[in-house]
């Protein structure tokens, strides 16, 4: 309770706040409501205003999306360019940690040691020649923090949404392998992967938390253990208490990464028109349809903000050349 789908990671692995779960959270509390149309965009029309029933965080977040009037398209670079900065904010870290907690990238930055080390190794083991040995110690060094780090970023998408960076690592993973395998230094490569894979879980879900920290993590952690097995009698129970329980909880399971199998414990049974999710068909539909819309609504909303944080790594000609 009081945790929005947004702030899930944040509470649960310190990760970066989610400001399209935020706005799905939003919408099912009444705030908003969200218009996907047939030309892909989507629209986030106001309904409400927020007062001081949510935190002060989420006032920000709300009243900085709505600044230019009651309709946003969030599937334009403005909304994009908020997704980014709201995802640089933690929310209710200092509750969550106690003061001499330490620094959890300072660590992060520690265990790349790891990696730059294995790959002054492969560098070595590489050949014998001493001019490139030292090319390739130094090439492959930098190339071990990087791997390192993506390894460990990883780690932090393990139970939320936003799959990207466990794909990146497991990437990762194989390329360093392969690289100690033919480098002659397989056993270097395995520990230095199981080093950054025990790093970034350390990282993730360490550290000297607070009680409430500890508190939400494990419940953050049941929920979605609950979520993703639920049975077809505790169904039947929930929706008896509550008609709109499936979309009541949908954000918070897309947002654990968990709407698939929470959808198909819901079998053949027909749901309503989603209540804040305004779609162009009209009807009964099953939970998994549902479940399939909504994840291809925040897909659209995400979309831009993906964009741009993958051109910050193309070269400027590229960019210009594609445009």
């Given at each position: 309770?009081?945790?929005?789908a947004?702030?899930?990671?944040?509470?649960?692995?310190?990760?970066?706040?989610?400001?399209?779960?935020?706005?799905?959270?939003?919408a099912?509390l009444?705030y908003?409501?969200?218009?996907?149309?047939?030309?892909g965009?989507?629209?986030?029309?106001?309904?409400?205003?927020?007062?001081?029933?949510?935190?002060?965080?989420?006032?920000r977040?709300?009243?900085?999306?709505?600044?230019?009037?009651?309709?946003?398209?969030?599937?334009?670079?403005a909304?994009?360019?908020?997704c980014?900065?709201?995802?640089?904010?933690?929310?209710?870290?200092k509750?969550?940690?106690?003061?001499?907690?330490?620094?959890a990238?300072?660590?992060r930055?520690?265990?790349?040691?790891?990696?730059?080390f294995?790959g002054?190794?492969?560098g070595?083991?590489?050949?014998?020649?001493k001019?490139?040995?030292?090319?390739?110690?130094?090439?492959?060094?930098?190339?071990?923090?990087?791997?390192?780090?993506?390894?460990?970023?990883?780690?932090?998408?393990?139970?939320?949404?936003?799959?990207?960076?466990?794909?990146?690592?497991?990437?990762?993973?194989?390329?360093?392998?392969v690289?100690?395998?033919?480098?002659?230094?397989?056993?270097?490569?395995?520990?230095?992967?199981?080093?950054?894979i025990?790093?970034?879980?350390?990282?993730?879900?360490?550290?000297?938390?607070?009680?409430?920290?500890?508190?939400?993590?494990?419940?953050?952690?049941?929920?979605?253990?609950?979520?993703?097995?639920?049975?077809?009698?505790?169904?039947?129970?929930?929706?008896?208490?509550?008609?709109?329980?499936?979309?009541?909880?949908?954000?918070?399971?897309?947002?654990?990464?968990?709407?698939?199998?929470?959808?198909?414990?819901?079998?053949?049974?027909?749901?309503?028109?989603?209540?804040?999710?305004?779609?162009?068909?009209?009807?009964?539909?099953?939970?998994?349809?549902?479940?399939?819309?909504?994840?291809d609504?925040?897909?659209?909303?995400?979309?831009r903000?993906?964009?741009?944080?993958i051109?910050k790594?193309?070269?400027?000609?590229?960019?210009?050349?594609?445009?």
């Amino acid at each position: 309770e009081g945790i929005t789908a947004g702030e899930i990671g944040s509470h649960l692995t310190a990760a970066g706040a989610d400001l399209t779960m935020m706005v799905f959270t939003w919408a099912e509390l009444g705030y908003l409501r969200i218009c996907p149309d047939k030309r892909g965009r989507v629209y986030l029309q106001r309904y409400m205003d927020m007062g001081n029933e949510r935190t002060a965080f989420e006032n920000r977040c709300f009243y900085t999306l709505f600044s230019r009037g009651d309709v946003v398209d969030a599937t334009g670079i403005a909304y994009a360019r908020l997704c980014i900065k709201v995802s640089a904010t933690i929310s209710g870290v200092k509750e969550m940690y106690t003061r001499r907690a330490g620094n959890a990238l300072l660590f992060r930055a520690i265990c790349c040691g790891i990696g730059c080390f294995s790959g002054i190794c492969y560098g070595n083991n590489f050949t014998t020649d001493k001019t490139w040995r030292i090319v390739l110690a130094v090439v492959l060094g930098i190339l071990g923090v990087i791997v390192a780090w993506a390894i460990q970023d990883g780690m932090y998408r393990l139970h939320i949404r936003g799959k990207l960076p466990i794909y990146i690592a497991s990437a990762a993973n194989l390329l360093w392998l392969v690289l100690g395998i033919w480098s002659g230094s397989w056993l270097i490569g395995i520990c230095a992967v199981l080093a950054q894979i025990l790093s970034g879980l350390a990282a993730a879900y360490g550290g000297r938390r607070s009680e409430l920290g500890r508190h939400d993590a494990a419940q953050v952690l049941g929920l979605r253990h609950f979520v993703k097995h639920l049975q077809p009698e505790e169904i039947t129970r929930l929706m008896k208490n509550d008609p709109d329980y499936f979309f009541n909880m949908a954000p918070h399971a897309l947002a654990m990464g968990v709407i698939k199998p929470f959808a198909v414990a819901f079998g053949r049974r027909k749901m309503d028109q989603c209540p804040y999710l305004i779609s162009r068909v009209s009807g009964k539909r099953s939970a998994e349809d549902w479940a399939h819309l909504l994840a291809d609504t925040a897909d659209m909303m995400d979309m831009r903000a993906r964009q741009m944080q993958i051109e910050k790594w193309i070269p400027i000609h590229i960019q210009i050349g594609k445009k």
